[in-house]
């Protein structure tokens, strides 16, 4: 149970049944040491914080003090455009005790937006009713049946959050009802705006504002300092919890702003004054002693999107704002219980996906697009992004019902999901989104053919190779509870401000010991008479590559644990595999084997095995059942990724080797193989041209 909360509150993924399936590229970060030592002396900081620092640009004394500095950033309220007619509208509805509406949305950044302003309007004295549409059968953002619910309880103002800002229709609707509408919004806006009385959006083409990347509750949150007329730094102080809460949700660049909204926000959030957040964090096992923006990513968020993707994120909404002590923790033991049921579904479905990706070898594909009947809407999305990490390739994952199939994708950086996605316009009902991660509609009869689409535009563009970035190379012996300590200064970690990883190269495996029941492997390691241990979550001995004095490179963070009243260092692996890899080779041999499947024409002699490098690969795999990683890293110096996986793909196609997919992806001889001619592999002719 130790090892299992520290694995989850450190937000950890979970790879489909411990498996994972690819090999990432690493790439280290510039360091300039004299730069940094020159840093180090002007602000007065640590000279290894100092590097890692100006590595992520803040290479300036300037920039990097601004960084550090513990003074709240904020940008002025008013620089937003429209935010003046915003705030006389709501104004001039609260003056006439006019019934105002907050339009929402269902995941954690619409449901804290929500919550923001109507927790403000309540304060002001406003007759207020808030509105969050149903994920299943509403779906995103306004829509007329709503309008013309609220039109019949009286209301005479709308105010959207997180949401509107294309809604041109439902806005026209409101407007015909002589209902007036004010937009606030975060998201890309089209060309035109809706006609609303105001449309407040910093990504407005006609908006000056200093920093646009903020969140629909960040914008609320200007929206609420304009109508009070306080600075942000005393409304911070109310409302921050909220703020940090959905910046972090929605996955928000955590630099400028942003980084002032969640450092400040999290001290709110520990002061216990909300009651909802507080009795979620009782109920989600989360230590305030050891409270950071990880375990609101993984403790907090994860819990108030399950409100909306398991049924009404109205629940989640009123658990925000409650100031009665049981029914913020009924409701948050609710929610809890649904954020289970969520997890078991998702693991349900990502088995019963992952079987079809492995069956069909649908892995072989640039886009992986599986589809599944009746898989539950809200999940399929998370469930995508789980594949995506697994094999490391763009995943849209569709769920079927009826006639029409409703999916999520994710990608990896480099690789728009939404150009993909456009280029197979053509057999979509609708779809959205961004690089990322996108939304899609097609009907059941299009989906092989959409599915061919989007990997034929895949085919034009050069494999993407996933890239793990560390932020400096260290010797073991550099590792310590005081360099932990000092990083802390770069808090709070998440998008845009990674949690630090280090490169910990040529350590040699000195012991193997499973731990919370073999679902994890505590691993000591030594280098230069130095020993350390570190943590490898969701991985079992069985789905380990290596054995005891292979010597790896690994990748790491570090965080900090409390036993028996003493601290300690805790180091996590993040990825791992055999010394000396060159980078630049591995993500040429991985590419040549993504070219090879997906067809693209081309001369593969390099990665055309002989007969004696396959009979090298076959005596090694003879001797016992194996990982197909163990495998693929043992011959990988050698031979080349590329070429050891074309050899163990034409022992599977010709019989003699048997893959099983249990809990990892292992080979074994197959007892029922006779003597067979390699000549006769159809994938061996092909690499052979």
């Known amino acids: 149970m130790f090892y299992d909360s520290i694995y989850y509150i450190l937000g950890k993924f979970i790879y489909a049944k411990g498996r994972w399936l690819y090999m990432k590229k690493w790439e280290v970060s510039k360091i300039n040491k004299e730069l940094a030592k020159e840093l180090a002396f002007e602000c007065d900081v640590d000279p290894f914080v100092a590097m890692i620092a100006a590595s992520r640009g803040y290479d300036d004394p300037a920039l990097l003090e601004e960084f550090l500095s513990d003074e709240p950033m904020f940008s002025d309220p008013f620089s937003l455009t429209d935010i003046e007619n915003a705030v006389a509208c709501i104004n001039e509805a609260i003056e006439n005790d006019e019934l105002i509406s907050v339009y929402g949305d269902y995941d954690c ?42 039109h019949s309880k009286g209301v005479n103002l709308i105010v959207t959050v997180d949401n ?10 409101a407007n015909s009802l002589g209902i007036k509408v004010v937009v606030t919004d975060h998201h890309l806006p089209p060309e035109s705006l809706p006609d609303a009385v105001a449309v407040v959006d910093p990504h407005r083409a ?60 999290i001290k709110r959030i520990l002061s216990g004054e909300r009651m909802g957040i507080s009795a979620l964090m009782k109920i989600a096992g989360i230590d305030s002693a050891a409270f950071s923006s990880s375990r609101v990513a993984f403790g907090l968020v994860p819990r108030i999107n399950a409100a909306g993707r398991m049924g009404s994120a109205l629940r989640a909404f009123k658990l925000l704002v409650t100031e009665d002590e049981q029914e913020a923790y009924d409701l948050a033991k609710e929610i809890g219980e649904e954020n289970s049921l969520r997890q078991q579904i998702e693991k349900n479905i990502l088995d019963e996906a992952i079987a079809i990706i492995e069956n069909e070898k649908l892995y072989l594909q640039r886009v992986i697009v599986v589809s599944g009947e009746n ?16 094999y490391g390739k763009p995943t849209i994952v569709l769920s079927i019902d009826g006639d029409l199939a409703h999916g999520s994708g994710r990608s990896i950086e480099g690789f728009s999901l939404y150009e993909c996605i456009n280029s197979a316009a053509d057999y979509t009902e609708k779809f959205g989104g961004h690089e990322l991660a996108a939304g899609v509609t097609v009907k059941k009869e299009n989906i092989d053919v959409f599915a061919c689409s989007v990997n034929n535009y895949a085919r034009t563009i050069k494999p993407i190779v996933p890239v793990l970035k560390l932020d400096c190379k260290l010797n073991p012996v550099a590792l310590s509870l005081d360099l932990f300590d000092e990083l802390n200064v770069l808090q709070p970690f998440g998008t845009g401000n990674n949690v630090p990883i280090f490169g910990l190269c040529g350590v040699k495996i000195d012991k193997i010991s499973s731990v919370a029941g073999g679902k994890h492997l505590k691993l000591s390691f030594s280098k230069n008479n130095v020993s350390f241990q570190a943590m490898l979550f969701s991985c079992s001995e069985e789905a380990f590559a290596f054995k005891l004095d292979d010597v790896l490179d690994i990748a790491v963070i570090l965080d900090a644990g409390t036993f028996n009243g003493k601290r300690y260092l805790s180091i996590i692996i993040k990825d791992y595999r055999i010394s000396g890899i060159n980078d630049d080779d591995l993500a040429q041999q991985i590419a040549d084997y993504d070219d090879f499947y997906a067809l693209v024409p081309r001369n593969y002699d390099n990665i055309a095995p002989s007969r004696e490098e396959c009979a090298v690969v076959y005596k090694h795999i003879s001797r016992g059942t194996v990982s197909a990683r163990a495998v693929e890293q043992f011959f990988m110096n050698e031979l080349g990724l590329a070429k050891v996986k074309i050899i163990i793909d034409i022992f599977v196609e010709l019989g003699l080797l048997c893959r099983d997919n249990n809990e990892v992806e292992t080979l074994r001889v197959n007892s029922g193989g006779g003597k067979v001619d390699l000549e006769n592999s159809s994938i061996l002719k092909r690499a052979r041209g």
């Open 375 to 390: 898989w539950h809407h809200g999940i399929v999305g998370i469930v995508a992004s789980r594949i995506c990490e697994t």
């Open 109 to 150: 950044d619409g449901v804290t937006a929500t919550a923001l302003l109507y927790s403000y309007l309540i304060k002001r004295g406003a007759r207020v009713v808030c509105r969050i549409p149903d994920r299943f059968s509403e779906g995103y953002g306004m829509n007329k049946t709503a309008v013309e619910e609220l």
């Open 206 to 265: 006609d908006d000056y504002s200093e920093f646009k990347d903020i969140c629909g509750v960040g914008v609320a949150f200007n929206l609420v300092c304009a109508l009070e007329g306080a600075e942000p730094e005393e409304m911070i102080e109310e409302y921050g919890d909220l703020v940090a809460l959905g910046t972090i949700g929605d996955v928000m660049p955590l630099i400028s702003v942003n980084r002032s909204f969640v450092r400040l926000g």
């Open 164 to 173: 509107g800002i294309s809604c041109f229709d439902e806005v026209a609707f």
